[in-house]
């Protein structure tokens, strides 16, 4: 099992809001910063949301981030069909050799 | 323009050896963080290794002893040596450049290479 969980799917209209969890620990969320990734069916992941809530250039405001102790949350708001994808939460644990950590993903689905 | 390209993997067998590399343009590969990724077939993302800009390199517990990551700088490639290779690594393994952020934050992907253990 992943060190952070995610709900492993998550669904909702287009034009809708959907909101995405990240739950960890006082080693991984609880001391660093969190990342988001999106991963569209047979690509590679892209980063959405670094140091929490900043968006790489590119990134519409749609995707928003946020953290608040050892979870982290990821918005889309305005849904549409090719925001279907999976989504990974992403972080550093220091009890972990390598370092970096990532959550299990979530599937969206946009109905 | 950032651009990584991985290229090496194959089909090997239970035991056996490959090495990926992953050429990079657009930055020096050795001013950087530069970690591998990999996801298992239908599974999730995992970290596999990284190499600091000053040289340290770390592992997960699951391939510690057998990968090795490396760097040519006057290629600016990025290497995996993948020894004694297992069924279970299996997966896509992606090339990354993060941010100089601390943590590190992976922010541009190549697109994958599939690696295959099976006898």
């Known amino acids: 099992h992943s060190v952070l969980t995610q709900p492993p799917s998550v669904s909702a209209a287009p034009g809708q809001k959907v909101t995405i969890s990240c739950s960890g620990s006082?080693?991984?969320?609880?001391?660093?910063?969190v990342s988001w990734y999106q991963q569209l069916p047979g690509t590679a992941p892209k980063l959405l949301i670094y140091d929490n809530n900043k968006r790489p250039s590119g990134i519409p405001d749609r995707f928003s981030g946020s953290k608040s102790g050892t979870s982290a949350t990821l918005d889309i708001t305005g849904l549409q069909t090719g925001d279907e994808a999976d989504y990974y939460c992403?972080?550093?644990?220091?009890?972990?050799?390598?370092?970096?950590?990532f959550g299990g993903g979530t599937k969206l689905t946009v109905l | 323009e950032v651009q990584l390209v991985e290229t090496g993997g194959g089909s090997i067998q239970p035991g056996g050896s490959l090495r990926l590399s992953c050429a990079a343009s657009?930055?020096?590969?050795?001013?950087?963080?530069m970690i591998w990724v990999r996801q298992a077939p239908g599974k999730g993302l995992e970290w596999v290794s990284i190499i600091y800009a000053g040289g340290p390199t770390y592992y997960a517990d699951s391939v510690k002893g057998r990968f090795i990551i490396s760097r040519d700088n006057s290629k600016n490639t990025l290497y995996l040596q993948m020894n004694n290779l297992r069924a279970e690594d299996t997966a896509v393994y992606y090339c990354?450049?993060?941010?100089?952020?601390?943590?590190?934050?992976?922010?541009?992907w190549g697109q994958g290479t599939l690696v295959t253990v099976s006898s």
């Open positions: 006082s080693s991984n969320i609880g001391d660093n910063s």
């Open positions: 992403g972080t550093w644990d220091s009890s972990l050799s390598v370092g970096g950590v």
């Open positions: 990354v450049l993060s941010y100089l952020t601390s943590p590190p934050q992976l922010a541009y």
């Open positions: 657009g930055f020096t590969v050795s001013d950087n963080y």
